[in-house]
Structures are given as C-alpha cells and as structure tokens.
C-alpha cells in the first residue's frame, strides 16, 4: 500500500495531514518566515535564503518579502524571474516558471486541490497538479492560478484574472475567469 506522500507524488488523493506532508510543509514554513524576516536593505540575504527554498532558480532571482509556499522544492524558476510582495505558491505538485517572468503583488499560484464532497473534505484529503508557466510571462497584480494549469510564452495576465484553463502561447487574458482578450505578435 502507497504511503500517504507517495500517493501525494503520483498525483493521487492523499490525507495533508499524514506526518510525512506536514513536516514538509513545517519546513517550508520555517525557510519563509526567515526569508520574510529579512530586512529589504540586505537584498543578497534574501536571495540566499530563496535559493535556500526553491528546487532550482536561474540567474537574477528577485522575489520580495511577504513570500509563503508549502513545499519550496517544487519550485523552479528560470533566469530574471521577478516577484512583488505578497507571492504565495502552493508548491503540493511542481510549479515551474520560465525565463523573464514577472510576477506582480498579492499573487497566489496553486497546485492542490479538495474533494467537492464533505466526506472527502472531513477525511482532510487532497489532490495536486502542476503548474507550469512559460517564458516573457507577466502575471498582474492580485492574479489566481489553479491547480494544473499551462501558460504559455509571451503571456500577460490582467491584474485580477482567475486563471481556470490553460492559457495559448502570445495571448493576453483578463477576467473571472480569465478569458482571451488580445493577441500578442511572437517575437
């Protein structure tokens, strides 16, 4: 029989509140409040203490203070990847962001997922799904991504946006949820 973080890794309904998950989470909460703690005007601490939390990051990482995930590890971010304050990712499943991204304030990208049923929600189950998020990407301020979305390359998201489906290579969208509204031209 699967353990609770296997089942959690191949993308299965697990129980979040099993040991094993919660530790991780633990330590993801512990690296966040120091990074959090950091003042502004030691930037080269802060971006220490962000490699210390992500899975892989490229060149120019720049993410400000207040930033909270559940894992940290499942975060991979490309070269000049720029955050705002307020970015909270769920990082249950990969999240995985390109090059030249910016992300704007009071973003939430989220990989996991509850039972539609009380039942399922009283055993404190969960389902996760990865988000991956392509290169010249730019996320607008208070932006929702769920769990299992794809956005494509040369994306802009309007401020606001619930993103629900995944998103075509140069487009821009805006909305709740967030629908096609322009075309891009590829560069």
Same mark, same amino acid.
């Given at each position: ?5 296997? #089942?959690?890794? !191949?993308? @299965? /309904? ?30 080269? #601490?802060?971006? !220490?203490?962000?490699?210390? +939390? ?18 940290? #590890?499942? +975060?991979?971010?490309?070269? @000049?990847?720029?955050?705002? %304050?307020?970015?909270?990712?769920? @990082? ?5 962001? =390109?090059?030249?991204?910016?992300? &704007?304030?009071?973003?939430?990208? %989220? ?14 189950? !969960? #389902? ?9 990407? /730019?996320? &607008? &301020? ?5 769990? =299992?979305?794809?956005? =494509?390359?040369? $994306?802009?998201? =309007? !401020? ?5 489906? @995944?998103?075509?290579?140069?487009? $821009? ?5 967030? *629908?096609?509204?322009?075309?891009? *031209?590829?560069?």
């Amino acid at each position: 029989m699967a353990t609770e973080l296997e #089942k959690l890794k !191949a993308g @299965d /309904w697990y129980c979040f509140t099993n040991e094993e998950v919660a530790a991780r989470k633990a330590r993801a909460a512990k690296l966040c409040q120091e990074f959090n703690a950091i003042s502004a005007t030691e930037p080269e #601490k802060q971006t !220490a203490k962000m490699e210390e +939390i992500l899975g892989s990051y490229g060149d120019n990482l720049s993410v400000q203070a207040n930033f909270n995930c559940d894992y940290g #590890k499942n +975060i991979h971010v490309g070269h @000049d990847f720029l955050s705002n %304050y307020n970015l909270i990712i769920l @990082d249950i499943a990969p999240v995985n962001i =390109g090059n030249h991204v910016m992300i &704007g304030p009071n973003v939430g990208i %989220y990989t996991v997922n509850h039972p539609m049923t009380a039942a399922g929600r009283r055993q404190y189950l !969960a #389902k996760a799904s990865p988000v991956n998020i392509g290169n010249d990407v /730019w996320i &607008g &301020g208070s932006v929702t991504i769920l769990p =299992g979305v794809t956005i =494509g390359n040369n $994306v802009v998201i =309007g !401020a606001g946006a619930v993103v629900t489906k @995944d998103i075509a290579d140069n487009t $821009v969208v805006a909305g709740v949820p967030a *629908k096609p509204i322009k075309s891009l *031209k590829a560069e």
